[in-house]
């Protein structure tokens, strides 16, 4: 049986460069995303390139009887889930501390906290069968770091760290390891439309001078994902170009166009 691995998100950007960093390898590939049609169009692309099989699914957040009814799909297509990749995430942006709604506030801990936890929960379940597997969440710099006006996202984000590092020694009796990938800032649509202002994009400066490519992140969570980390659990990979390496950022130098 192929090994197969399950990414959230995954219809573009850094979801989609993961989901394609596997099929690469030869995986099957199933694909979350809060559209369906979008996730099987993402499917079909992947199936077609790789010549894997793939299949997308709508995911509800929160929603624990979904989880369970895609894991038992998975299942029904003749696979016990080798990898499961946590990329999607409520960004809960623009969140005043004194002023957020209590429920937006909370949406993000939704999102972030409570539904990773029900899928890697339902993924374990399935990986514990075969005596091993990979969960690899995709969290941010601003676990350890903070960025104004995002408290629950900063938070939930530093909260996944725990809660991998609980899976990490809860289930490493049954083979499954549990990691956290940390991006800092990635060259996405978001990025290009803040077109170099200073005042958003102070995480461009990095010591390396540059930020990530989708495929910087996708390596990481291959890494995490695959066998070549096998002795690896509850750790965490930073890829950020060295942003929380430094004290003070130079902004004095040009950005890179």
Known sequence: MNKSVFVTGATNGTGFAIAERFAKEGYAVFIGSRSLENSITAAS??????GVFAKGYQTEIF???NVKSIFSDIRANGFLLDVLVLNAANLGIGQESLTVDINDFMNVYNTNIGWNFMMA??????????????IVFITSN???RVTENRCAYCSSKSAILAMSKSFAVDWGKYGVRSNCVLP??????RWQRNDNNIQYCLPNYTPIQD???FEDIANA???FGSDESRNTTGA???VDGGMLAQLTPNINRELWK
Request: glycine fraction near 8%; charged fraction near 35%; hydrophobic fraction near 35%.
């Open 45 to 50: 692309k992947i199936a077609e390139k790789y």
């Open 63 to 65: 929603n624990e009887e």
């Open 121 to 134: 929960r339902e993924a374990c379940l399935q990986m514990k069968e075969k005596g091993k597997g990979s």
């Open 142 to 144: 601003s676990a350890l």
């Open 184 to 189: 800092g800032m990635i060259k996405t649509e």
């Open 211 to 213: 930020i990530a490519e």
């Open 221 to 223: 969570a291959w890494y």
């Open 236 to 238: 965490e990979l930073v």
